[in-house]
């Protein structure tokens, strides 16, 4: 460690050229000129789509590898989804899955309108349950005012569609009155749209109620927008050299009562599924951080003083297993980074998807995605065990570090598959160097 003493006050920094404060960071932090250079290469997309997604104080792009997982049938229509995501095996996972439901035909999927809930919160009113019922009465004003903020929404079908009023007494500071406005913002996630109309609103509320509108901001929390798919997997194909496909299903049957059953062990199953729908939403640039936000409220809303699993599997009359999934997803192709992202343009392609009804197709193929991929982890827990698909990757990724290519890079596997090896780091070097030479 160097005895100087870092500073990180870097004044003007956001003012700077990118060029400018990659120099910068290369002087400060000490890196290599190699770092600078991989630097410069990164940003690359930046500079060819312009400055429209850059970030604060950028320096360039955290790339993250964008795969395509294959074999999906939703709805009777095949689709190929673009996921991108650092973690092996998850888009192997997903494929695999899909492929398990052609047998009976796919995914099928539904879903409700794009409704998205806008909050408004009214404090400084002594007489709470009296305001609810004013707001109440001037529901149509206030949807009215909503709605011209936002002309072209409101062409193409959205605006806002209704309010709910609803009184908190019991908080750590005093009664508060929240007026939501309940949005179809249509092709949109439909952040800019509902905020931009509960700012136009509050001042009415604050006129009718004598309080004052503290937070005006859009709810994360999209259970009006909520997809939902299912999938049936033939007990025929789940079958292993030590299995029988009843026996997988019943293994899977039993790792989902877990998860229902333990907090702990549903955080771990939700991730999961989560593995697959950031997978998707990164590959097209949507708000995964919201998503996620959402999607874990939902499970701990479901049933009350519970956090359940995500999904749901059942044994049919046939033996087979079913599996389904409700979860609310707030994604759009219009507004935000995805309207000018080059790759969200292009993943938006590579699925068919377009204007009008795009949003919701998204939203239903990442369910889809969502259920595959708990599938797959259930599989490998209840059969062969989730770590041997894991450290196999892992393996090839440490020989992959050492300059292992090509056909020496799967004979390095082959081998210390082979030798029954441990995935160590010494062991994969070993082999290397033994094959190299």
Known sequence: MSDHKFNSRLTGFFRMSMSDRQKKIKERCQLSQEDLDYLVESSTTLEKAGQGFYIENTIGVQQIPLGIATNFTINGEDVLVPMSVEEASVVAAASNSAKVTRAAGGFSTSSTPPIMIGQIQIINVPNPFFVRELFLEHEEEIINIANEQDPILVKFGGGCRGINVKVLMNTITEPMVILELLVDVRDAMGANAVNTMNEAVAPLLEKLSGGRALLRIISNLAVRRLVRAKAIFKAEKLKTEKFSGSEVINGILNAYAFAEADPYRASTHNKGIMNGIDAVALATAQDWRAIEAGVHTYAAIK?????????TWEKN???????????????????GVAKIHPIAQIAFKIMNLSIPGGALKLAEI???VGLAQNFGALRALASVGIQAGHMKLHARNLAASM??????????IETLTGRDLKVTYDNVKSIYEELKN
């Open 403 to 412: 300059g292992a290519k090509g056909e020496i890079l799967d004979k390095v």
């Open 366 to 368: 990442m369910a889809c």
């Open 317 to 335: 009359a046939e033996g087979d297993l079913v599996g389904t999934i409700e979860i609310p997803l707030a994604v759009g192709l219009v507004g």
């Open 303 to 311: 049933e009350p003083g519970k956090y359940v699993s995500l999904t």
